[in-house]
């Protein structure tokens, strides 16, 4: 069995940074692709990040240039850094991890942008 738990979500002022971490366990295996989502009330839920063959990179528009992407191995971690935030940065965020045909979520941690 698969699990995914998010941490480093909060409440930051306008122009502030977070780390976002998801953290894995279970089996795997060798090929997956990994990728931050978000979710605002009101809002479908929507890709943010992904990572496919762990060097691949894709963005939301609404994010290039301010978020990256990236992970530890070592640690069964994948990393969300979110740098010059906004107000309508604020959601939910989610961890998806697409392995062997089966994929599987976070339960999320609460981003709020907010002065």
């Known amino acids: 069995q698969v699990h995914l738990v998010e941490s480093g979500g909060g409440l930051v002022q306008p122009g502030g940074s977070l780390r976002l971490s998801c953290a894995t366990s279970?089996?795997?295996?060798?090929?997956?692709?990994l990728g931050w989502y978000r979710q605002a009330p009101g809002n479908e839920r929507e890709l943010v990040a992904h990572?496919?063959?762990?060097?691949?990179?894709n963005y939301a528009d609404s994010v290039k240039g301010r978020f990256t992407i990236s992970r530890d191995n070592a640690k069964n971690t994948v990393w969300l850094q979110m740098n010059s935030l906004k107000p309508e940065d604020t959601a939910v965020y989610y961890c998806?991890?697409?392995?062997?045909?089966?994929?599987?979520w976070g339960p999320g941690t609460r981003v709020t942008v907010s002065s």
């Open positions: 990572l496919t063959d762990g060097v691949n990179t």
């Open positions: 998806r991890l697409s392995a062997g045909g089966n994929v599987y």
């Open positions: 279970g089996s795997i295996g060798s090929v997956y692709t």
